[in-house]
């Protein structure tokens, strides 16, 4: 049978059931895109290029730095977002991960180049990535109102969707980071033999696996439809 919809009092949104999870509504919600921990996101995604470039170049003292700016900003939205309820968004709950997801991508492609991060790692986090982004792009698309346009698509202003990270993928994301961070230090502190470095590699496989697995399995569940009641 057709699960109950469940209203909630204290807020405009309505909670859905899973078989509802990615389908289409009639309204959307409005909400500034301009909120700090979102501008700090944009700030994290357009340093990860640059980041690259002196990674290839090979200028890892500037570059551990800069990685250790970036994920200061990684852990003040997160921050802000939690104290001042007006700085959260839906947006934001899609946006950070997907700074993160380039952030990692481009830094571990470019590790890789330089010989700190074996080809087979990156591959699979590069893959899983893939396949996060694509299933993101997927739900927004069934999520957005018909019809759907471009304009209406890519329009900050209007949330359909609100992205719940998993256990997994939050550990996941935490040591793929830290692999980062002490792959920049090897040449650095002089340890890029080392065999606890090596060790650090199958774990990030694991959870990268892992986490993959967890939103197969979890699914809708990571997903919220936010849906306003006309006036």
């Known amino acids: 049978g057709k699960g109950k919809e469940h209203t909630c009092e ?3 949104h309505t909670p859905l ?9 009639k309204s959307t919600t409005y909400e500034n ?40 900003t990684d852990l003040l939205d997160g921050y802000i977002a939690r104290t001042w309820p ?15 997801k380039i952030l990692v991508s481009i830094l571990y492609v470019s590790l890789t180049y330089a010989d700190l991060i074996p080809a ?10 893939i396949g996060l982004i694509s299933a993101v ?19 900050p202003c209007y949330t359909t969707a609100q992205l719940k990270p998993t256990l997994f993928s939050k550990v996941n994301t935490a040591v793929q980071l830290f692999l980062v961070a002490a792959s920049l230090a090897a040449p650095v502190f002089q340890y890029t033999d080392s065999v606890l470095l090596q060790c650090i590699w199958y774990v990030t496989a694991v959870t990268t696996a892992a986490s993959g697995y967890s939103y ?12 306003t009641r006309s006036p």
């Not at 700085?87 to 950070?96: F, N, T, V």
């Not at 197969?216 to 849906?227: A, D, E, F, M, P």
């Open 17 to 25: 059931v899973m078989e509802e999870a990615v389908q289409p509504r």
């Open 137 to 155: 792009f997927w739900i927004r698309y069934k999520t957005v109102p018909p019809p759907v346009t471009l304009s209406k698509f890519f329009n």
């Open 86 to 100: 007006t700085q959260k968004s839906a947006l934001g709950s899609a946006l950070d991960p997907l700074a993160d």
């Open 216 to 227: 197969w399995h979890y699914g809708r569940k990571t997903v919220q439809v936010l849906n």
């Open 33 to 72: 895109p301009w909120t700090i921990p979102n501008l700090l996101c944009m700030c994290r995604i357009l340093l990860a290029p640059f980041l690259g470039h002196l990674i290839i170049q090979q200028h890892f003292h500037l570059s551990l730095a800069l990685f250790t700016l970036a994920g200061a």
């Open 120 to 129: 087979p790692l990156t591959a699979l986090v590069i893959f899983r990535d």
């Open 10 to 12: 204290k807020c405009n």
